[in-house]
T-cell receptor, first 110, second 115 residues
Framework: GQQVMQIPQYQHVQEGEDFTTYCNSSTTLSNIQWYKQRPGGHPVFLIQLVKSGEVKKQKRLTFQFGEAKKNSSLHITATQTTDVGTYFCGVRGGYQKVTFGTGTKLQVIP | SAVISQKPSRDICQRGTSLTIQCQVD?????MFWYRQQPGQSLTLIATANQGSEATYESGFVIDKFPISRPNLTFSTLTVSNMSPEDSSIYLC????????????FGPGTRLTVL
């Protein structure tokens, strides 16, 4: 299956600062999905990107899919304590299977 | 959206024993997925459970260790057999909701600790 690496592994930010996590692959991806997992919770789907160079926004969250479709990013503007959690990228492959990235754990300091 | 429930929510088991985890979905789905999430790690797909056929296991996972049942389109079980402390993980079932979003919904997970 397709493998994706995420950086950074951990990120501590002061509340109000911005945050970005990156997802990288050595191969071209057909799509990229993003999920958020709150502490003690289960992953929750945020978005799917499929087009080269695609950019989508959800309030303070901006998702990008690279032109070469080998990388993606999730940017949060002006973080809040409610943004705390682990953010995973994932690639949906055949038979609906999703291969998840390594995740970035975000801690927001009030 | 879909509602997925899992039982038990957590359990503490002795090594060498087995635990069966149940997953119930509020709608009929063709495919159900079982994932494992080891402490502080990402999610790893164990197997895909299709109703009416044998489950399909991912590399590194075998039926003898993780037998799966899928008796109907809304229910599945995963058994963790002959447990060892290395099996301590969160086990999650998931489905893909219909539509263009290809959204995966996850159950709340079963937190397993093996002593």
């Amino acid at each position: 299956g397709q493998q994706v690496m995420q950086i950074p592994q951990y990120q501590h930010v002061q509340e109000g600062e911005d945050f970005t996590t990156y997802c990288n692959s050595s191969t071209t991806l057909s799509n990229i999905q993003w999920y958020k997992q709150r502490p003690g919770g289960h992953p929750v789907f945020l978005i799917q990107l499929v087009k080269s160079g695609e950019v989508k926004k959800q309030k303070r969250l901006t998702f990008q899919f690279g032109e070469a479709k080998k990388n993606s990013s999730l940017h949060i503007t002006a973080t809040q304590t409610t943004d705390v959690g682990t953010y995973f990228c994932g690639v949906r492959g055949g038979y609906q299977k999703v291969t998840f990235g390594t995740g970035t754990k975000l801690q927001v300091i009030p | 959206s879909a509602v997925i429930s899992q039982k038990p929510s957590r359990d503490i088991c002795q090594r060498g024993t087995s635990l069966t985890i149940q997953c119930q979905v509020d709608s009929q789905v063709t495919m159900m997925f079982w994932y494992r999430q080891q402490p502080g790690q990402s999610l790893t797909l164990i197997a895909t459970a299709n109703q009416g056929s044998e489950a399909t296991y991912e590399s590194g996972f075998v039926i003898d260790k993780f037998p799966i049942s899928r008796p109907n389109l809304t229910f599945s079980t995963l058994t963790v057999s002959n447990m060892s402390p290395e099996d301590s993980s969160i086990y999650l079932c998931s489905i893909e909701a219909g539509g263009r979003r290809n959204e995966q919904f996850f159950g709340p997970g079963t937190r397993l600790t093996v002593l």
